[in-house]
């Protein structure tokens, strides 16, 4: 089935920089398109940014363009997220989403395996 394990969340000054990191683990690294999905409560989960692989990246959401950075490193079978110039609006519960939609027309319906999820924090 698969496990993913999220790290790196945590409290952010404005303007500050986080990396969260997503280890996979329990199946083949490029069967699947690589998410990192946020979720503020009572919103809709947001897709952030997908990497693939062998597709290398393939989203970023537009409220986060020239801010995140999503990146793999295929021996370790990790994805990663670095964040920077985080804003208040960026916070949010993160999570690493395995799935297997290269397009833009993502749903949450689609995601194999999630993660836990880490929080991000992004407050003054």
């Known amino acids: 089935q ?16 986080l990396r969260l990191s997503c280890a996979t683990s329990g199946f083949p690294f490029s069967d699947r398109v690589m998410n990192w999905v946020r979720q503020v409560p009572g919103k809709e ?15 970023y959401a537009d409220s986060v363009k020239g801010r995140f950075t999503i ?8 994805v990663y997220l670095q964040m920077n110039n985080l804003k208040p609006e960026d916070t949010a519960m ?8 290269w397009g833009d027309s993502w749903t949450p319906a689609e995601v194999k395996i999630w993660g836990q999820g880490t929080q991000v924090t992004v407050s003054s």
């Not at 993913?4 to 000054?13: A, H, K, R, T, W």
């Not at 989960?45 to 693939?52: D, G, K, L, P, Q």
């Not at 999570?95 to 939609?101: R, V």
């Open 2 to 17: 698969g496990q993913l394990v999220e790290s790196g969340g945590g409290l952010v000054q404005p303007g500050g920089s």
């Open 94 to 101: 993160y999570y690493c989403a395995a799935g297997t939609t």
């Open 45 to 59: 989960r947001e897709r952030v940014a997908a990497i693939h692989l062998y597709g290398g990246v393939l989203h």
């Open 71 to 78: 990146s793999l490193d295929s021996a370790k079978k990790t």
